[in-house]
């Protein structure tokens, strides 16, 4: 019997798909580079936001002790953490990475014998890992695979018939389909306050000549999941918010930020930055709104 999807606050209407991103695309976010692994993990270590992400998604999932488990984009292990304290020492991760750099920090970070790390792009999991799994969990990842549809069906080829398959994604790239006007204005602040910063530095702010940005919606994410065999047990909203600090030091991860902040040399954009929130401080915008949106999947087994 296949069971309806628990739905909350979906949108409506099916929004155009997002575009697929290409390979030199997805490399633009730079993970192979060492500082953004250096930035990335010193952030995970300071702050909250993707051991809370993590730690939703492993408690959404149920992980048992004993499992064994695929963390795929596994970046410096923060996930892989979460995942290694349910499993216990029965248990086994297979942690994925593409990038040796984020692989690097992560064997320092989570130390066990029963974890492999592995470097492998998300599109070759079913080549890379050697027997069929409970679970494969992906945290603040998916949406930066160039090759989901492929991704999607690598995972349903490693999963038992009765596994799991658990990944989110966050309001900038998931449309919730309602507007929150809390969350909506933080940002807008935030945005003008960065192009105010770099128009007084004399840096031309461009428009994009498409402003509403392509994002995913719950029927698409539907939709692609049943293309590749997967049908929706779950779908959740985790909501939390983020201190200004923690933004700003956010989008001192040279991947982060929006394109007119990457396009600024690094050290002036930690200015920019620093300038940003002294001006936000001064407004009383201490927090920011989050939203992500879980999924999570069961391959659909035809008897
Ligand atoms: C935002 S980090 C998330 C890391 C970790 N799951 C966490 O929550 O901290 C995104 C990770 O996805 C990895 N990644 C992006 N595209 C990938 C792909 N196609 N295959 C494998 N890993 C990928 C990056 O190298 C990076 O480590």
Redesign the pocket.
């Known amino acids: 019997m296949t069971k309806i999807p628990i739905l909350r606050l979906v949108p409506q209407q099916k929004t155009t798909p997002p575009e697929e991103k290409t390979e030199e695309g997805?490399s633009q976010?730079g993970?192979e580079d060492k500082r953004v692994a250096e930035t990335?993990n010193n952030y995970?270590q300071q702050f909250t936001m993707?051991k809370l992400?993590?730690e939703y998604l492993v408690d959404l999932v149920q992980i048992s002790p004993g499992e064994t488990i695929v963390?795929?984009?596994?970046?410096?292990g923060?996930?892989t953490t979460s995942a290694l304290v349910r499993i216990g020492r029965t248990g086994e991760i297979f942690a994925?990475?593409?990038?040796g750099a984020?692989l690097e920090k992560a064997k320092l970070n989570v130390r066990a014998e029963n974890i492999e790390f592995i470097q492998?792009?998300?599109?070759r999991i079913a080549r890379v890992i050697p027997r069929k799994v409970d679970c494969v969990i992906c945290?603040?990842?998916f949406w930066?695979?160039?090759q989901k549809e492929q991704t999607l069906r690598g995972i349903r080829q490693i999963l038992k018939p009765e596994g799991r398959f658990v990944f989110n994604l966050p309001e900038q790239v998931f449309d919730f389909g309602n507007e929150d006007v809390k969350v909506k204005s933080t940002v807008t602040a935030l945005n003008q306050e960065i192009e105010q910063e770099l128009g007084s530095r004399n840096y031309t702010i461009e428009k994009p000549k498409h402003p509403t940005r392509r994002r995913y919606n719950y029927w698409f994410v539907i939709e692609m999941l049943g293309r590749t065999g997967f049908r929706v047990e779950k779908y959740d909203i985790f909501r939390f918010e983020r201190p200004l600090e923690e933004i700003i030091e956010f989008f001192k991860i040279p991947t982060m930020g929006t394109p007119m902040l990457k396009s600024v040399p690094y050290e002036e954009r930690v200015q920019v930055l620093n300038s940003v929130k002294e001006k936000l401080e001064e407004k009383g915008i201490k927090v920011f709104p989050s939203r992500w949106a879980y999924f999570v999947c069961r391959p659909i087994v035809h008897e």
């Open positions: 997805n976010f993970w990335y995970g993707y992400t993590s963390d795929l984009a596994c970046g410096t923060i996930t994925i990475d593409m990038s984020m492998a792009r998300s599109e945290n603040s990842a930066q695979f160039p």
